[in-house]
């Protein structure tokens, strides 16, 4: 797995405390969860962001050579849909969490609280990723992945209110990430069915 | 003694006894607005040189950290969360007002519970020998006065394994950028100092000392007579600012 670059990482960071230090509620609750290491493994694009709490800022680290106390393993779709809505993405299995699920939460609470934008930072970061990962990226879909998230910025001004003009409403692209997940579920679901059978074939031996 | 035994500050020749003090009173007068001036003068790039320092250093939980020339903590700031409680980051600046503001900075960001502040001289470190698993050094090494002595004793503080990183401005490796970086530092960096900091003389010495300041493979090469292995470096913006590594084995 590939480092991810500097400017990503500080891009994010900068992002996130910036957020953060706003929000006077998330910035009393940060300090208690000091030293500990939260892992988001951004599957698809393989990707892992640390993030690790320290007094009233997070880190956010390409590589680190401790052991998270959770991790969140989630496409950037499935990203995207646990801060729009809550737990939805958990059960719905676009994004899985291991480890310590409290912290994981919590920390992921606070974020949310924050009104931190995944959508928009992820975008902004695989923008500045794209020279490294640009085949990797459009196979990903990035192209898409930019436009619905800039869809998604309703009251971001002007610009982007016209942007998104351009883009299906809000509604018609809920409903189609809900279709884009089921997808993915049902193909989940029909390897999992067909790895089963595959083993029913072998046990049985040669024909 | 027939030969005069003096050395650089910026492009004067001084006293070897001088220069310390000399040091000493540029960054007296910039402390205070030393971070500010970091962001303008590199235009905020400084940041992405840090962190990629810090990346290379790769420290794990429970590693002992050393950061000389610490100054204002950016370094310390990054690699206390990274060593958790069972590490431990010592922020040491031979310079009192400097420390100063790390140790305020570090504090006011809640960074206490694996920090330590010593102020010291680089050439003369008070550690015991073995005693940290990775050094870092970032845009100081240019103001010590005896650089061998400063990788001597570096060396000599690091245990087995341990390893030295070196942040420091360097030469551009191309000559475009070359003539463009010459304009900016000795031109218009004077000028950002006066206006900012109301100091125009502590930022030309900054901008002289990094001229003087040995290049990539020299530097390369003190670090392997100090006795560091695997020395390689990584220049950085072209060159303008370059990150050498190397491992005491």
Known sequence: MAA???????ALETALNAMLTANLEAAEALPALTGRVLCLDIEGLDLQLWLLAAGRRVQVLGEYAGAPDATIHATPLGLMRMSLGGGEALLEGAARITGDTAFAQRLGGLLRLSAVDWEELLARGLGDVAGHQLARLLRAGGDWLRDSAAALEQDLGEYLTEEARLLPASAELEHWLQGVEALRADVDRLEARL?????RRAEAGPA | MAEQDTT????QKVPVEEKARRVAGVFHRVADKYDLMNDLMSMGIHRLWKRVT????GVRPGDRVLDLAGGTGDLAARFAPQVGDSGLVVL???NESMLREGRDRLIDEGLVRNTEFVQANAEALPFPDNSFDCITIGFGLRNVTR???????MHRCLKPGGRLLVLEFSHPVNEPLSKVYDLYSFKLLPLMGRVVAGDEESYRYLAESIRVHPDQETLKGMMEQAGFERVEYFNLTGGIVAIHRGYKL
Request: hydrophobic share 55%; proline share 3%.
């Open chain 1, 4 to 10: 991810a670059p500097a400017l990503l990482t500080e």
């Open chain 1, 195 to 199: 790895r089963r059978l595959e083993a």
């Open chain 2, 8 to 11: 650089h500050f910026g492009f």
């Open chain 2, 54 to 57: 810090v990346e290379l250093a």
């Open chain 2, 92 to 94: 040491s600046d031979i």
């Open chain 2, 147 to 153: 650089k061998e002595r400063a990788l001597a004793a």
